[in-house]
């Protein structure tokens, strides 16, 4: 049975007039739709503006350990926090998300596409830590699409809907059978269609995930029920790595080439990640003839960046900007250009 939630973002032109960009990015006075997409006048294509963060690994105070947690990963991710580097490399998280948020409540994007790992351990403190710096109590909250990573799910305990619960506002959409993942929210003509890939797992060295035979059926079903429109695969997990190669089996995706199938199949023009913290793009890759973008870490020292990316008729301006420690201020670092199949 289809579902969808009260917000689902299906919807024509309003003429609703938006405010003037603080952000520089479309400086005459636009026309929103009901999606808040703009459109210079009613017969041109919406131009969609879109903000990909990722792997932001937030941590707080006052997380609550239980007995199983000493037996499960989440004692060899906070060994790799304390002790070997993690938390040094992201010391600045709060910081700095706090001033990309900032950041973007000023340029309003159409939506925020949030590709995974909001926290470190993920312990629900720090779940509801990472969902508030995102502003998502807010009643102004800005829209968005989010799926977890691979630290959100550390362990089975984990995986008891915080990260759905304290997410929620980020994962309207159309879905199928009732079941979280996978959805498709529209924004403007584009769908984003968002996948969980984070699995927990047991052993400390094994960081790999997989979307799953029942998920991977609905994807293909939802794909084939939506309608027209470029279609933008969000996950957290990459499909090969900056160099072009494979990721290691115990770092990528399990079922990737599934996945990929289904996707290719299903008409997907674009795969947005993270779970690398390095940013990269592929025009296309060995194993989709579609581009691929990893956001790389939003917050981590010293590479922490985020991705604007302006859509019009399946043409893609990228602008990458980077956090300046000394102006506590994002700045552009490049700038790219993809076409979406
Ligand atoms: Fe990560
Ligand atoms: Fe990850």
Known sequence: MEHTCPS????????EHCRKDKGGGLSNLPIRNRNGVRAINANETPTIRLAHLSDVHVTTRGC???RSDWLSKRLAAWINLRFLGRGHRFRGATAVLAALMKELRQQRPDAIVFS??????????????????????????LPGVAVPGNHDYCTTVAIN???????????????LDEEIYPFAQRVGELWL????????????????????AEQLERLRRLLKHLDGGPRVLVTHYPICLASGHAERRTHG?????????????????LWLHGHRHQHYRHRQTSWTPFPVVCAGS?????????????????HLHGVRRIYDHGSKQFRVAETFDLTLL
């Open 161 to 175: 809907g915080a990260f759905e619960r304290h997410f929620a506002s980020w994962q309207s959409g159309v879905r």
């Open 193 to 212: 269609i968002a996948v969980n890939s984070a699995t927990p797992n047991r052993w400390a060295w094994d960081a790999s995930g997989g979307v799953g």
């Open 64 to 66: 609550r350990w239980q």
């Open 8 to 15: 689902s973002l299906d919807g024509e032109a309003d003429g």
């Open 253 to 269: 995706l399990r079922d990737l080439h599934d996945v990929v199938r289904v996707a290719a199949e299903g008409g997907i023009g």
């Open 298 to 314: 939003s917050t981590q020292q010293g590479i922490w960046s985020y991705s604007e990316y302006t859509i019009r008729n399946r």
């Open 116 to 141: 995974g790992d909001a926290t470190a351990l993920g312990f629900e403190e720090e779940i509801k830590h990472a969902a508030e710096l995102f502003g998502l109590h807010l009643e102004d909250r």
